[in-house]
């Protein structure tokens, strides 16, 4: 493998369960777009490496965490446990994010918090 797959699989490795975005990996390791695509395909035959989908990477040893990440960019009003608990109906899952969503727009300052602990989330940090 080249050095580009190792450099991104310690990085990645580095903060295990955490998605992290493919753009900020390659500015952070120095790497040219077409290097680092090159580095994500190898990386993604390897066990563990999961491809979320809106450039975003993971390296977890729980499938259903993965899972999960992916689902998110569809429903991001859910917990883990809860779509562990409704992985087979999605519908539900789907239904409790929308009616979420819908009362946290009449709620400006829960929106806003939810939002930061988002962002914060996914870049790895713990807010609140």
Do not use: W
Request: glycine share 4%.
């Amino acid at each position: 493998m080249t050095d580009e797959v190792e450099m991104l699989a310690r990085r990645l490795r580095e903060t295990p369960d955490m998605p992290m975005f493919i753009p900020d990996l390659a500015s952070e390791l120095g790497l040219t777009e077409p290097r680092m695509a090159r580095g994500v395909s190898d990386l993604m035959k390897r066990d563990g490496f999961f491809d979320l989908g809106n450039n975003r990477l993971i390296f977890t040893g729980n499938s259903d965490l993965a899972a999960f990440e992916i689902f998110r960019t569809a429903a991001l009003h859910i917990s883990f446990e809860e779509f562990v608990h409704y992985r087979d109906q999605p519908h539900i899952l789907m239904r409790l994010s929308r009616d979420r969503e819908v009362a946290c727009r009449m709620d400006t300052e829960k929106m806003l918090q939810n939002s930061i602990r988002e962002k914060e989330r996914t870049r790895g940090n713990t807010v609140f």
